[in-house]
């Protein structure tokens, strides 16, 4: 993993600038900062390396084609990089590599069938910059599933792309708050692509390639799309089925182990991580290192089953223990790790992982994207089991039942009473913010309207912001979404889309990154994803478990003792610490200084505090998106108005 950088203007550029600037990003490659700039010198590109294959020099970028056409700033990894130098030697037996990287394997690949054709054929995590000096055209795309980050913006007429947006503060680049941006933070705690913070910068999309010409002039292509009704193999076994994902599994995973550096993996002690570490022990001669966190809270806490899982596989197991003295040491860094407002609370004890995984290690597989692709979170359960019951029933009872259950999720004896009939009858657990999402959701008139409660944090009804800052963020849903949701397969495709590389995805590559530290993601080969999405509904889910797939798959390998615990998820007590230990700083951020009245409504976000300091409410994912924005305007020195 690198960072990677690139100007495009009509003048020449300040060079000594552009370095500046890149060092911005120096975490992200600490190993070598390179840069290139063309004879007119309108045209830099910037690359800071994080060495894992190929450490020479050989490998530094920006990097040149052998016919020098084309110049390459490239962050990732092609995992399928030997298969293609095969290839190019069958095409070409008198070709000469100069190095033993995917980044120049990338380049002849370009150079061989041309940029989108040659891209398709990428499996891998990538975001890049290609700039081609015969026809002076700039290429920015990145991987299928939005792995790696990539800004971009036309701005005056000169075109700026990134990996991060400290880059662009450091150009002095003309940067104005979004309120898209913002919107659409406050409703699911990030900002999906193609928006940004800043209304005049922009995130590439998964699989998209973008053709920039003579800077007033651009186009666009996706070179690879997953079907919102993929096409499903009816003909297909389970046990067909659990073979197929078992060999295309441990192929994943044994193309990312390929490193010449130190390799190691998370482990929560969760389905998702058991099964990569599984496989890493059983494609490798090597015991592999594993990392988790425990937490001295019990609600949050499950360490035990990582260490279980550990004992049984016989890794090199480090454990690290997390306290609230560890979030205050995090808290203050969170605004130069993640670049623009990011509101997932996970965030915190994802970057003392990957700070504390980085002092054994510098590569780490992670078990991202196992639910998204084979069916785990609980509203797949949910509604696979109860659709049918939630959308017969009348309306006037849903809002019955709803209410219920809300008031059932303020009382801590009923809600003690449900956890327990359905940690028991559904294998799930449930916190009082859960209950109370499903409740609200329960009183939806449609499945898409339940979809987006329980993925939006605020809704309409209790906005953060005044009425003139705020927009509906419903009808940006609509432009982003073209289809409708009937099922949970409908749901799974949309959190493949969004969640996934909007929060999930952005939350590992900037905790890792931050410390130097490169993640992989074996779930999201490519191959792996399109099989997934290929399977009939019945393969992935039956009854309350999902996964089954993945289930299936460590039942020879894992006690199903220690699989059939109950899962809450890697969230970190919150709620507890802003009446505690996060207080004073909470306090000081909503209340101190209110000199941003123009876009926040401060009498909503008052009577939030005060229920959930009284403990009436919890609502420590709605403050926590307001403390995010505001600390990260001050700490970035912007101004919240638009």
Not at 458 to 475: F, G, K, M, R, Y
Not at 573 to 593: D, V
Request: net charge negative.
């Amino acid at each position: 993993m690198c960072g990677i950088a690139g100007v495009w203007s009509t003048n020449s550029l300040n060079r000594d600038r552009f370095v500046s600037a890149l060092k911005s990003m120096y975490h992200r490659g600490p190993d070598n900062l390179g840069t290139w700039f063309s004879m007119d010198g309108n045209v830099g590109l910037g690359h800071t390396r994080l060495a894992i294959i190929d450490l020479e020099e050989s490998g530094n970028q920006p990097m040149t084609s052998n016919s020098g056409r084309y110049v390459l700033t490239f962050n990732g990894e092609i995992y399928n990089y030997k298969e293609l130098r095969n290839e190019l030697s069958q095409l070409n037996p008198n070709i000469i590599f100069s190095s033993s990287s995917d980044t120049e394997i990338l380049l002849y690949v370009i150079e061989y069938f041309g940029v989108i054709e040659g891209i398709k054929k990428l499996n891998g995590m990538f975001a890049a910059g290609l700039w081609d000096k015969s026809d002076k055209n700039m290429y920015l795309f990145r991987d299928r599933s939005g792995e790696k980050p990539l800004y971009y913006g036309h701005i005056n007429s000169v075109l700026y792309f990134a990996s991060e947006l400290k880059f662009f503060n450091k150009l002095g680049a003309d940067l104005r708050l979004s309120p898209e941006g913002v919107n659409m933070f406050f409703a699911q705690g990030n900002i999906p692509a193609p928006f940004s913070i800043y209304k005049n910068i922009f995130k590439a999309l998964p699989a998209q390639i973008m053709t920039f010409k003579n800077f007033d002039s651009s186009s666009s292509t996706t070179y690879w799309e997953l079907p919102s009704n993929p096409d499903i193999n009816l003909n297909i076994s389970f046990e067909s089925a659990s073979k197929d994902f078992e060999n295309l599994f441990l192929q994943s995973v044994s193309e990312q182990m390929v490193s010449d550096v130190s390799l190691g993996a998370f482990l929560s002690g969760g389905i998702d991580s058991s099964a990569v570490v599984a496989a890493m022990q059983e494609v490798s001669e090597n015991k592999a290192q594993t990392h988790s966190i425990g937490f001295a809270e019990d609600d949050y806490d499950e360490s035990h089953a990582a260490r279980e899982i550990a004992n049984h596989l016989k890794t090199d197991h480090h454990e690290f223990q997390f306290t609230a003295k560890d979030a205050l040491a995090v808290i203050p860094k969170l605004n130069q790790v993640y670049c623009e407002p990011f509101a997932d609370s996970s965030q915190i004890p994802t970057f003392f992982l990957c700070q504390e995984t980085k002092k054994s290690v510098t590569v780490a597989l992670s078990g991202d994207g196992g639910d998204e692709l084979f069916g785990g979170y609980n509203r797949y359960i949910l509604f696979n089991r109860f659709q049918k019951l939630i959308t017969n029933c009348p309306m006037p009872l849903r809002l019955v039942l709803g209410k219920i259950l809300i008031l059932a999720s303020r009382n801590n004896i009923s809600l003690a009473f449900f956890d327990f009939f359905a940690t028991k009858l559904l294998n799930l657990q449930f916190s009082s913010e859960k209950l109370e999402k499903i409740s609200i959701a329960l009183m939806q008139s449609s499945i898409t309207e339940m979809y987006y409660v329980l993925l939006q944090q605020w809704n309409q009804s209790n906005w953060p912001l005044i009425d003139q800052a705020s927009i509906d963020v419903q009808t940006i849903y609509s432009e982003l979404n073209s289809t409708s949701i009937d099922s949970f397969e409908d749901m799974r495709f949309h959190d493949y889309k969004n969640y996934l590389p909007n929060d999930i995805l952005v939350k590992v590559d900037r905790a890792a990154m931050a410390n130097s530290l490169e993640t992989r993601v074996p779930f999201l080969d490519a191959r792996l994803i399109e099989f997934a999405f290929s399977l009939p509904p019945n393969y992935l889910i039956k009854g309350n478990q999902g996964k089954l797939l993945i289930r299936k798959f460590l039942e020879k390998r894992v006690p199903k003792s220690i699989l059939d615990q109950p899962k809450s998820g890697f969230g970190v007590p919150i709620e507890h610490w802003l009446r505690g230990p996060l207080r004073l700083w909470a306090e000081s951020l909503l209340f101190e200084n209110q000199d941003d009245s123009n876009i926040f409504d401060h009498a909503v976000i008052q009577k939030k505090w005060m229920e959930h300091m009284n403990s009436t409410q919890n609502w420590h994912h709605h403050l926590w998106s307001v403390l995010m924005l505001k600390s990260w305007s001050k700490d970035n020195n912007i101004n919240l108005i638009f």
